[in-house]
């Protein structure tokens, strides 16, 4: 198992990104922990309207 750090994971495919918003995925399913774990920073005064089908 490897320690994931924000900055080792940006500039990567975990890095997802539109013009108001950033998604920094530090685990995903795949990683096999049962859950995953996502950094969002979205612009100040934007609004959105995000659909988390399988989330708790």
Known sequence: MKIVRVQDIIGTERE????????????????GMGFSFHETIIKAGSEHTFWYKHHL
């Open 16 to 31: 997802v990104s539109d013009k108001q918003w950033t998604s920094r995925r530090l685990l995903l399913k795949k990683d």
